[in-house]
């Protein structure tokens, strides 16, 4: 949209003074012939059928897998809000990983449950990918408004500039198209294919007990619950992975298509000085799951939870510097003494199983990552453990609410309502994550405890009144997102309320980063309303089975229980709807649960809602666009500029340089930056055996010089992750020895032998905008 330069430069300083600013803020198909992760338990691959003693009732199932890696380099990560943490290149694709299910009878009766290695689900990526799919003909007009949920991961280590409300634009310096578009193409491509596949067969799901890969970040505000709720629970995560598989019937049995799994840990295993784009450990854990299968037509989703107070730095939170170096962060408000004798929270930092390695978190988040994994894998290779899907029923609902104003009766009768959106103080103060910046403190209810300018600063934007403050109740307000709308809304007030079903199975689509109490509550009314009032499932005699996936379709922040709230840590001040919020999730839930059931007949159609807005054409950039590339003098884009030594042994870390371009040029969707071949000296030909989707392979791109237009690409494959090497002497010595047994195989070492080169591919733009592909080889080498 075209602005005078008066407004543009206005907008510019506010978004500059803004990213400052925001430095606080804290939101909360491979190419290769082998793969890296050895499972040593027993397959039941793709290939593999097996023939269970209960099938189920029959679906209509399909699953898809399609890369949304957008900008890799010089674009914000979306996650940690630091301004500095800007892409640098590429250890990881990202995927979207579609499952539909649907009624073998009535095709109109179907839902898309689709997974992203996203920070979140969102309202203009969901609006796109719906656009998209109205455009696409008769086949696809099943798909809409009501039956599509686009969940995040929950990851903080992929590009950002492609939200849709302006507050996690501002410190990516905006939107930026061709991020969005990516995440948006790639979805729809994994839709399309799930959609190609979709044919008959079963669903079953289990439950393993994962008890190493998450902690409650915030327990203070956790026990706050009634302590009679607290008893019936061992811990203060949750510590279930529950799994659903998929199988296609065939004439001799039923065939492994792929599995969607739900368990709690937060995508922070990578740190916030980390600049490689990655999946973060659920993106770990379902490459090592689809790679153990042995078939790439195999879907692993590992789906995010009652995600809001876990984290995957299981060692705890300690004080990183200062007097109180390697003593526990004060456990009500994650504080540490400064050397000035102040409390703060920049020192308080919490530790992965392998922290303290200088590598952005890599180590830990594999190791995270692993172990979902292992869990998943143990149940998955255990058919006995599941339970039949039982039901001839696939129902979905959704429609927007706005929770500006939303007044609903509590059960006790009592009046309530919530509040237009507003963050807190103890918002800005962040994590022990990823801590926030000047003198923010968590667990500040009523007084923030902060330097007045930032009132001044915060009124600067909005001033909220005194109704908004009486709504919010002990939050100090920071920020009063929800009633600021210049230059366009900062947060939605408008939410998505979506539900699926299939036979006993509900899942709930949270747009919110729920607690763990929180999620426990959501599912226990799901499944008490359920057990108690349809009637198919009482006549089956079967347990309802409920699970919840989020952040999903628009990214509301947290989802506190009342009394998490009242402390004020960094949920609560982000729980934005005010003290209620939970409480209104729950009404709306139930409200529509019945929806759900096989006889809606008597029921009233469930109104839409109000429409949320699509801004990605009203949003604002400051990203600069890639003006020109340059070879440099003498050279040639392509060019090795360093060559890998002539030999190696298994778990080397060998590179090459070569004369780059700037990858945003082309993001090689479902393609690849970066590739390993192996001479087969059978064939005399060079075949690919990694690629950029491998953890291993490392992607990196430095500008030389921004005048001239001038870069280099380093490629650098890691071979100690799949030696075992990786695994240093500190951190978890324990899982250390039990894991080298695995890990450090002869199997391993001698299938690493043989002869080598490292490929690059790159686009380089012209002066007049056009881009031509170009490949750069290293020299060869050995591992012996």
């Known amino acids: 949209m075209a602005r005078s330069n008066l407004h543009s430069a206005l907008l510019a300083g506010l978004l500059i003074t803004l990213s400052s600013f925001a430095l606080l803020f804290s939101f909360g198909g491979s190419g290769s012939t082998t793969w890296l992760w050895s499972w040593k338990g027993p397959l039941l691959g793709t290939g593999t059928t097996y023939a269970p003693q209960n099938k189920g009732t029959q679906y209509l199932l399909g699953v898809g897998k399609a890369d949304i890696t957008g900008p890799v380099v010089e674009i914000n990560f979306m996650g940690y809000a630091n301004t500095s943490q800007v892409g640098s290149g590429l250890r990881q694709r990202l995927y979207s990983r579609a499952f539909i299910i649907g009624h073998t009878d009535d095709p109109t009766q179907r839902f898309i449950y689709l997974n992203l290695d996203t920070q979140a689900g969102d309202t203009a990526v969901r609006y796109g990918v719906l656009d998209v799919l109205s455009k696409l003909g008769a086949e696809y007009s099943v798909y809409g408004q009501h039956n599509v949920a686009v969940v995040g991961t929950h990851s903080h280590s992929g590009p950002g500039a492609w939200l849709n409300y302006l507050l996690p634009q501002i410190t990516s310096k905006g939107f930026y198209k061709p991020s969005y578009q990516a995440i948006v193409d790639g979805t729809v491509a994994s839709i399309k294919l799930a959609h190609a596949n979709l044919a008959p067969g079963h669903l079953s799901v289990g439950v393993i007990q994962l008890e190493d ?86 879907v692993a989703g590992f789906s995010q939870a009652n995600v809001g107070d876990t984290s995957p730095n299981t060692l705890g939170a300690y004080c990183e510097y200062g007097p109180q170096a390697g003593e526990s962060c004060d456990f009500e408000t994650s504080l540490c003494k400064t050397s000035g004798g102040k409390n703060a929270s920049q020192p308080c930092h919490g530790r992965g199983p392998y922290f303290g390695l200088h590598d952005g978190g890599a180590a830990s988040n594999y190791e995270i990552g692993r172990r979902q994994f292992d869990a998943a894998k143990r149940l998955f290779d255990t058919p006995s453990a599941f339970t039949p899907i039982t039901g001839n029923v696939v129902k979905s609902l959704h429609h927007f609410v706005e929770l500006s104003n939303y007044r609903f009766p509590l059960p006790n009768g009592t009046m309530v309502k919530t509040c237009p959106a507003a963050l807190g103080y103890s918002f800005a103060a962040g994590t022990t994550d990823g801590p926030g910046a000047f003198d923010f403190k968590q667990g500040q209810p009523n007084d923030p405890h902060a330097n007045p300018l930032w009132s001044v600063v915060g009124g600067a ?194 590179s090459a340089s070569f004369v780059a371009a700037n990858p945003r040029n082309n993001f090689h969707l479902g393609g690849t930056f970066a590739a390993v071949e192996k001479f087969d000296s059978d064939t005399s030909t060079w075949v690919q055996i990694r690629d950029d989707s491998d953890w291993s392979l490392v992607f990196q791109w430095k500008r030389t010089s921004t005048v001239l237009g001038t870069s280099e690409a380093t490629i650098s494959w890691e071979t100690e992750w799949e030696t075992g090497a990786w695994r240093p002497e500190s951190g978890d010595g324990l899982l250390k020895a039990q894991e080298k047994e695995r890990d450090l195989t002869e199997e391993k070492t001698a299938s690493l032998q043989g002869r080598y080169r490292i490929k690059y591919y790159g686009d380089a733009k012209s002066l007049g905008g056009t881009i031509t592909p170009f490949e750069g080889t290293s020299a060869e080498f050995t591992i012996s």
């Open 213 to 298: 890969a998450n902690i409650n970040r915030s327990p203070y505000a956790y026990l706050q619950n009634p302590a009679e709720e607290r008893a019936l629970y061992t811990s203060n995560v949750d510590k279930n992975l529950t799994l659903l598989r998929f199988t296609h019937s065939t004439d001799s049995g039923e065939r492994n298509i792929g599995m969607l799994n739900w368990f709690a840990v937060h995508g922070t295993s990578m740190l916030g000085n980390n600049s490689m784009v990655t999946g973060d450990n659920k993106g770990v854990a379902a490459w090592m799951f689809e790679q153990s299968m042995n078939d790439p037509t195999f």
């Open 461 to 654: 934007l909005h001033s909220p009144n005194e109704t908004q403050i009486a709504c919010h109740g002990v939050k100090p307000i920071l920020l009063d997102v929800g009633e600021t709308n210049t230059p366009y809304p900062w947060s939605p007030n408008i939410v998505d309320i979506q539900l699926f079903r299939v036979g006993q199975l509900f899942i709930i689509v949270s747009p919110g980063e729920a607690t763990t109490m929180s999620g426990r509550r959501w599912r226990n009314a799901v499944h008490q309303h359920a057990a108690s009032n349809f009637t198919d499932i009482t006549d089956a005699g079967v347990d309802p089975v409920v699970v919840l996936g989020g952040p999903a379709n628009s990214y509301t922040h947290y989802i506190t229980t009342p009394e998490e709230y009242s402390v004020q840590r960094y949920e609560g001040a982000s729980t934005l709807y005010g003290p209620h919020t939970l409480n209104a999730y729950l009404n709306l839930t139930l409200t529509a649960l019945p929806h759900l059931s096989t006889n809606t007949s008597h029921l009233p159609p469930l109104a839409p809602g109000p429409s949320p807005p699509w801004l990605i054409e009203k949003a604002l950039t400051f990203i600069n666009p890639v003006i020109v590339d340059n070879a440099g003098f003498l050279r040639s884009f392509g060019d090795q500029v360093t060559a890998p030594s002539t030999a190696y042994t298994p778990g080397a870390n060998i």
